[in-house]
Nanobody, 132 residues
Framework: EVRLVESGGGLVQAGGSLRLSCLVS????????IGWFRQAPGEERAGVSC????????VYADSVKGRFTISRDNAKNTVYLQMNDLKPEDTAVYYC?????????????????????????WGQGTQVTVSS
């Protein structure tokens, strides 16, 4: 069974930073694309960033470009989301998800963050709250 556990959420003032971690318990971690999604109250879940398997190419939503950085450490089965210059509109529950192969991240077009059903496994989420 594949499990994903997010950590690193919390309360931060606008302009501050947080680093989210996603630990994935799977034998072939390097074969999975990992995506970060977020869902604010009353809104649909939306893709934030993803990182591909094999070549580690990353994709970002326009709203976070230049502020968020995704990275992966295959030796630790962990993906990180460094979030800088946080804004109140970044407040949401953040989820990481794992999808096998190259389709989930940048598979259809260069800026493709993937659809929910591209990802096979999901974490429980971590709350990020940015105060103004």
């Amino acid at each position: 069974e594949v499990r994903l556990v997010e950590s690193g959420g919390g309360l931060v003032q606008a302009g501050g930073s947080l680093r989210l971690s996603c630990l994935v318990s799977v034998f072939t971690f390097e074969d999975y694309a990992i995506g970060w999604f977020r869902q604010a109250p009353g809104e649909e879940r939306a893709g934030v960033s993803c990182i591909r398997s094999k070549d580690d190419r990353s994709v970002y939503a326009d709203s976070v470009k230049g502020r968020f950085t995704i990275s992966r450490d295959n030796a630790k089965n962990t993906v990180y989301l460094q979030m800088n210059d946080l804004k109140p509109e970044d407040t949401a529950v953040y989820y990481c998800a794992a999808g096998w192969g190259t389709i989930p991240c940048g598979g259809r077009y260069a800026s493709d963050l993937g659809r929910d059903d591209d990802y096979d496994y999901w974490g429980q989420g971590t709350q990020v709250t940015v105060s103004s």
